[in-house]
């Protein structure tokens, strides 16, 4: 089993950086692969970032490409997510999740597969 527990959103103003964490407990965070989602307002759940167990690749929805970036610290059970140039259309609630697979080669980009989810971080970014 995987707690999951986000911190760090808040409200910005367009353009602006926010960081993101996400603190897991049990023993096997650091065998699974972390993602983040984002769900906006009337929108379905969607992608924006992953990365493997050990740390050594990650990948990118389109839209946060070259803005966002994910990484983690298995010793502290930590994952990380950097925002910059945020958009107002990029307001949502961010959730941070594991893969339900330990040591997943190549972890996928689908909720479904996702067995532990935190309870979300609110964050707001005005035009």
């Known amino acids: 089993q995987v707690q999951l527990v986000e911190s760090g959103g808040g409200s910005v103003q367009a353009g602006d950086s926010l960081g993101l964490s996400c603190v897991g407990s049990?023993?096997?965070?650091?065998?699974?692969?972390m993602a983040w989602f984002r769900r906006a307002p009337g929108k379905e759940r969607e992608f924006v970032a992953l990365i493997h167990w050990s740390g050594t690749s990650t990948h990118y929805a389109d839209s946060v490409k070259g803005r966002f970036t994910i990484s983690r610290d298995n010793a502290k059970n930590t994952l990380f997510l950097r925002m910059n140039s945020l958009k107002p259309e990029e307001t949502a609630v961010y959730f941070c999740?594991?893969?339900?697979?330990?040591?997943?080669?190549?972890?996928?980009?689908?909720?479904?597969?996702?067995?532990?989810w935190g309870q979300g971080t609110q964050v707001t970014v005005s035009s």
């Open positions: 999740a594991a893969d339900g697979k330990t040591y997943a080669d190549w972890p996928t980009v689908r909720p479904v597969d996702y067995n532990y």
């Open positions: 049990g023993s096997t965070f650091n065998q699974r692969a």
